[in-house]
C-alpha cells in the first residue's frame, strides 16, 4: 500500500451498500453478497420476464452455490437487445421512466433499446456521486462536456450527483467552438471538466497552439464515454498540468462500471451493483485470472431490465495484486478494443484496432482527431487517414512513418499488399460535436 495514495472511496461505499458495518470490508464478504444478489436477480428474473423465463428454462440446479455456478447460464447478447426489447423487462411499463436507444452498427439495422426505472437512474447518480467524490470538493465549479439537455441522460444525471456534493456544476454541452469554450475557461474558476476524449484533447492543444499565457486553474480532468489513450492523457496533463482520470462505463449497465483511483492503474468497479466476468472470445470459457478476454456483466441491482452475464464486446482482463491504494477491490484494466473493433489488414493475418491509431497518431503535435477507413480490393486493403490538425504544415511522410511503427501496420506493408492514404484538414475555431464512439470504418 502507497500511503501517499487514497484508498478509492468505492471500497467503504460498497461495504455500506452490502450492509457490512465491521472493521474492514473482505473478498469473501464481497462474494457472498454477490452470490446472494445473483440468485435474487435470476430468480426475479426468471419469474417477471418472458424472456428470460425462456432463457432460464434449463437452470435446474438453482440456486447456484458459488460464484463459479453461473459459467452453466448462457449469455444475453446485444441481438438479444434487439429481438427480445420489452421482454427483457421485469416490471410494469407504467414503471419505465427512461429509454436509451442505441443504433446497430449491425447488418440487420435494428437499434437496440434499453428501460430503466426511477430507482434505476439513482443508482446511475450514485454510481457519478462516489465517482466526482475522489475528484472534487465542495462549492468547486465543473464543466459537464457532455450531452446534458435531456431529462434522464448522461449529463442530466451526472449533473444531479454534482448537486449532491455541493459542487457548481455547469451543463455546457459539447464542444463545437473551441474559442468560445476556452474563454469560458479563463474567465470562470473551473476546477474540473468532465468530457469526451478527443474533444478536451482539442480544446487543450488549441490553448497551447495559439499561444494562450493566461492560466487556467483546472485541478482534475475526467475523460468518459471513450476510449482514453495514454498519449491524450499524457498530452493534457502536460499542457494543464493537472491530473488526468478515465472513467469506464456502458449505457447497458446503467452507466455503471469503474473508476481509477489515485493510482491511475486500472479501473475499480461497481461491485456492489454489478458482477464481472472475463471469458474467452471464442470458447466463452472463463480465462485464468490476468488473462485477457471478453468482459461479461451481470446487473445485481437493476430493477426495470436485468442483464445476466450480458457479452459487452469489450476486451480486457483483470490486473493480479492489490492496487497500491490498499482496496481489496479488483482492478479492471484499460479497455483497449471491442471484439467488433478488430480490423483485419493486408491480406489476412495483421488485426488493428482504434487504440493502435490513437496512440500513434495523437503522439504527433497539433493533432487533434481523425477518422480511418480501410477499404478492401481482392488480396490487398488500404488504410485512409483524416488527419485533423491545428497546424497547415503536416509532413505526411511523418504520418506514415508514424503509422509503421505500429507493429501489424508495419508487417502489412512490408508484404507489399496494403498501403496508407493520408490527408489533413486544418481546424481553425470549430469541432464536430459528435459524442459516439469513435472506430475504424470498414
Not at 464481497?30 to 440468485?39: G, K
Not at 463459479?68 to 421482454?87: H, N, V
Not at 423487462?89 to 447488418?107: A, D, F, M, R, Y
Amino acid at each position: 500500500m502507497d500511503n501517499t495514495i487514497d484508498k478509492t472511496v468505492y471500497e467503504a461505499w460498497i461495504a455500506k451498500k452490502i450492509g457490512w458495518t465491521g472493521k474492514e470490508l473482505t473478498t469473501k464478504l464481497l462474494m457472498e453478497y454477490q452470490l446472494s444478489m445473483l440468485n435474487k436477480v435470476i430468480n426475479r428474473a426468471y419469474e417477471h420476464s418472458f424472456f428470460y423465463r425462456r432463457h432460464l428454462k434449463d437452470y435446474g440446479k438453482y440456486p447456484l452455490t458459488s460464484l463459479a455456478d453461473l459459467e452453466r447460464f448462457s449469455f444475453t447478447t446485444p441481438q438479444d437487445l434487439q429481438t427480445a426489447g420489452l421482454k427483457m423487462v421485469c416490471v410494469n411499463q407504467g414503471e419505465i421512466s427512461h429509454v436509451v436507444t442505441l443504433e446497430s452498427s449491425g447488418t440487420t439495422g435494428e437499434p437496440k433499446r434499453l428501460y430503466f426505472t426511477s430507482q434505476d437512474q439513482e443508482l446511475t447518480v450514485d454510481f457519478f456521486t462516489q465517482s466526482m467524490s475522489m475528484l472534487i470538493r465542495p462549492d468547486e465549479q465543473v464543466y459537464i462536456l457532455l450531452p446534458a439537455n435531456r431529462p434522464g441522460g448522461v449529463g442530466d444525471l451526472l449533473y444531479q450527483a454534482l448537486k449532491r456534493l455541493n459542487a457548481k456544476p455547469v451543463k455546457y454541452g459539447l464542444i463545437s467552438s473551441l474559442p468560445e469554450m476556452l474563454e469560458n475557461l479563463i474567465n470562470q474558476p473551473v476546477s474540473c471538466l468532465v468530457g469526451i476524449p478527443v474533444q478536451i484533447l482539442a480544446l487543450a492543444r488549441y490553448y497551447e497552439h495559439r499561444g494562450e499565457k493566461r492560466k487556467i486553474p483546472l485541478n482534475k480532468i475526467l475523460l468518459c464515454t471513450d476510449y482514453v489513450s495514454q498519449a491524450i492523457s499524457r498530452e493534457i496533463e502536460r499542457i494543464w498540468d493537472c491530473e488526468v482520470f478515465d472513467y469506464y462505463g456502458m449505457t447497458e449497465a446503467g452507466l455503471g462500471g469503474g473508476m481509477e483511483c489515485g493510482a491511475r492503474c486500472g479501473y475499480h468497479l461497481h461491485e456492489a451493483d454489478l458482477f464481472f466476468e472475463i471469458v474467452d472470445p471464442m470458447t466463452g470459457r472463463p480465462v485464468m485470472e490476468g488473462q485477457p478476454g471478453e468482459v461479461v456483466i451481470s446487473t445485481l441491482t437493476r430493477q426495470g431490465m436485468p442483464l445476466l452475464r450480458y457479452r459487452t464486446g469489450d476486451l480486457s482482463r483483470f490486473i493480479p495484486g492489490r492496487c497500491r491504494c490498499g482496496t481489496i477491490l479488483r482492478r479492471l484494466e484499460k479497455v483497449r478494443a471491442r471484439k467488433s473493433g478488430l480490423i483485419s489488414i493486408g491480406n489476412g493475418g495483421c488485426y488493428i484496432t482504434m487504440a493502435d491509431l490513437d496512440e500513434a497518431l495523437f503522439s504527433i503535435p497539433d493533432v487533434v482527431n481523425f477518422t480511418a477507413d480501410v477499404t478492401r480490393q481482392a488480396d490487398r486493403s488500404d488504410l485512409k487517414i483524416s488527419l485533423y490538425t491545428l497546424s497547415r504544415n503536416m509532413d505526411e511522410s511523418e504520418i506514415k512513418q508514424t503509422l509503421s511503427s505500429i507493429p501489424a501496420v508495419g508487417s502489412a506493408l512490408a508484404a507489399g499488399n496494403f498501403d496508407i492514404i493520408t490527408e489533413c484538414l486544418v481546424v481553425t475555431d470549430k469541432i464536430s460535436a459528435n459524442s459516439g464512439k469513435r472506430k475504424i470504418n470498414l
